[in-house]
């Protein structure tokens, strides 16, 4: 039976008495009470530090704690209104800009006073973060000065750090705009107090937050939320590029979710994907950063870092600024971050180092930081590193799924030689890791043999000897098509030869990952002209139409079809037998979501073939009516300019040859005629053979000229007049 719902006794009552009017009670409950009404008040997630491997208990003795500061809450009135707005601005419902940029000012007007409150809300910080993407110059500014003095209380908070970071975001490009206008009247006044009559630059301000940060760096670098807006400040005063592949991994984690707001048309010079220009005072704050955020730690401490979830990303960050701005020099400092890694000269296997680096490459969270020292290394220390550690564990170091990755970067740093000493050690192992499913160091070791010139022909073998059948290519298994995951379930390649628990095996991982891996090894196959490319073309050909069209149909392999029908090592017989494959299909394929790319790819893949490039045109044409009432069908029909092939066909014809580099309608002949001046060079366009033509006519007309220059009817000499031919 359940039991009803009871109230505590008179013991539990008087507890809670006790606690309210503060009065007497046992210490230890006391305490323990204490700390966990300060955990809810502070509206903190658990574990602010994750377990360290190694030095946790030096890290916390080096960087204590910071006090947290609680900013009140908001009423429930307060909390509806701003979640009103919040929705509002999510759904972007304005007439004009002008309406929303009302809207806005009468949200700031709200909220004057309440924006460290706004911040730490759970239900209202998106709203915070809305705002801020879509404020002006003067409401950003006014928000930071706001912000200015509990900067160390909002970065370290689970929500209002998320502010922070969107408000440095934000005001990056300001900073920059502001530089470029030549405002030094307000970089001049940067000390000045904030008021309406003494406008603050942003310079200034971010020079107050670093002076409000100073001192408490070492602990901002092992903060749960503190380490992710301490990357993106360094970024920002760096001056370096935010808003790329390269870097985002480095500044937010995989599940952060996306807070964008629709409508934010920012200007072009407000762009975070290209280096930004910045004042010379960042570059003096950013060394002064660089230097506190090791100043006093020991090797043991900084190496701690190394493997901490929260410091590695940030320290990664750290030791590449320190290397690419202020000179590879800097690694003979004895107070620079790489230099206290690894301070033994020389490094060998036996020092301290040597177990450092040992363990730093098989290490999950640590080998991120290997690839940073072997990326931005200076020349000397690089080669030192590989010989005394990499060259000859090469291919272990290859067999393992974390350590794989270290071996990517090296590859990527070597130079011809080495490269090719490298290649000879790495190819016996190439069928094993493309049979467990390790595919990034085979793409990775093609890409860089077609960059330093070293002949793919034994990697082709290897890959052909991976999936043969009867000695033809089974590229549905390399393509992971129609069929499980045939990997290897044993994943070795660890230190002492033991198994690699932390990364899991390969079938531990889903199919879709490892179907992405292959196509991208497929992709950058078709990349290298030769046997590698053609590997892939080849068995493509050979496929039935049904398969093809299911294919272009996923999501994934459908990419493949597409670098398929748009490489450069194409033969043109070898893209027509392909899209012929597809013939009566088109329109099919137009309607779908990845189907249609590749009939997208059709177009350009149709470079020279103007017979299939007008078949293709006639199938969709045929289909309009259900073309037109698809999205995906819609996009197919603008990109193939099908309403220009319906009402004016010969500008169709003319504006393909222009799309198709001016030659895409040429006849069988024609091609064969002109096969031999095109392997020469990049063949003429349609005005320059007009230009030439209109100069042999004219020196012709002119030789005419002057052997009948006694004789009468000049004008009326033999041939097509100079005028008549440039027209036609």
Known sequence: MPQPNKKRGRRGGGRKRKLEEGGDEDPELAQSSTKR??????????????????GDGDLDQAYPQAERAFFGVLDDDEQEYFKHADDMLEANDFGDAEERTLFLANVYREAD????????????SRLMERLIQLSSAA????????????????????FA????????????????????????????NRDAPTNGDAPVSMEALFLRTLDELEGNVGYLLTDRYASHVLRVLLMVLSGEPIDTASTKHLLQSKRKESNAVQGANLPEAQTLDKTRSVPKSFGEA?????????????????????????GNPTLQLLLKLELTHYGKQRAKDERSIIRTLLPDDPLTSDSGSGGFINGLVYDPIGSHLMEQIIQHAPAKMFKSLYAEFFRHRLTSHARNEVAGYVVCRILERLGHDDLLDAHERLIPELTRLLQRGQTVVVRTLIERCTVRGIDTQAIAVQVFNTWNDKENFEVKKLLKWGEGLDVDPNQDGAPNGGTSNATGGALARSSEPMKAHFNLLAQAMLLVPGSLSGLVLDSLIMLDPDTLINMSKDNVVSRTLQGALTSRNASIITVRKLIQRFYG??????????????????????HGLAFIRERIAEELAEMEGQLRESSYGRAVWKNWKMDLYKRKRPDWIRQSKIKASNDGFQSFSELDQHKGSQGQGKPKTPIELARERHAKNKE????????????????????????ATASS
């Open 37 to 54: 009404r300060k955990s809810t008040v502070d509206d903190q997630a658990t574990d602010d530090h994750a377990p360290v491997q190694n």
């Open 700 to 723: 012709a007309e002119r030789r005419r000229v002057r052997n009948n220059a006694s004789g009468p009817g000049v004008g009326h000499s033999d041939g097509p007049p100079a005028a």
């Open 139 to 158: 409401q950003l500014k006014t928000l930071f000065d706001k912000f200015t003095g509990n900067f160390i209380h909002l970065v370290s908070h689970r």
């Open 113 to 124: 006073g309440k924006e460290l409150k706004i911040a730490q809300s759970q239900s209202c």
């Open 161 to 188: 750090s998320h502010c922070c970071e969107a408000l440095f975001l934000r005001c990056a490009p300001i900073v920059t705009e502001e530089l470029l206008a030549g405002n030094k009247k307000d970089q001049r």
């Open 286 to 310: 950013l060394e002064h950063v660089i230097a506190g955020s090791i100043a006093g730690l020991d090797t043991e401490q900084v190496r701690a870092l190394a493997t901490h979830p929260n």
């Open 585 to 606: 299909h088109v329109a099919e394929m137009a309607l779908d979501r990845s189907a249609s790319y590749v009939v997208d790819c059709m177009w350009e893949g149709t």
